[in-house]
């Protein structure tokens, strides 16, 4: 059974860092490119950002370039995405979530409507 579970969400004041967590387990995570997304209340979800498993090529949406990075480490079966900078408006639930094997990222960034496999999520807030 896939399964994908979020970590190292919580609460940090602006300008603070986060990094979170996908770890995968019933399959190899390096076969799979992986994305982020994010949900805020009231929001649609978003594309945050994505990794390609063959050759690590990453997309990120305009809103979080120079500040996040998406990062994976095939041994540990795990996708990183570390978040610096944080503002008040990146407040939000962050899923990471796999696609068919052979999707590969777009440089439009990823569609929710490609992916198959969720994690539950973890909640990140920015607030002072």
């Known amino acids: 059974q896939v399964q994908l579970v979020e970590s190292g969400g919580g609460l940090v004041q602006p300008g603070g860092s986060l990094r979170l967590s996908c770890a995968a387990s019933?399959?190899?995570?390096?076969?799979?490119?992986i994305a982020w997304f994010r949900q805020a209340p009231g929001k649609e979800r978003e594309g945050v950002s994505c990794?390609?498993?063959?050759?690590?090529?990453?997309v990120y949406a305009d809103s979080v370039k120079g500040r996040f990075t998406i990062s994976r480490d095939n041994d540990k079966n795990s996708v990183y995405l570390q978040m610096n900078n944080l503002k008040p408006e990146d407040t939000a639930v962050y899923y990471c979530?796999?696609?068919?094997?052979?999707?590969?990222?777009?440089?439009?960034?990823?569609?929710?409507?490609?992916?198959?496999?969720w994690g539950q999520g973890t909640q990140v807030t920015v607030s002072s």
């Open positions: 979530a796999a696609p068919d094997p052979m999707y590969y990222c777009s440089e439009y960034g990823p569609d929710a409507r490609d992916f198959d496999s």
């Open positions: 019933g399959f190899s995570l390096k076969r799979y490119t």
């Open positions: 990794i390609t498993q063959s050759d690590g090529y990453t």
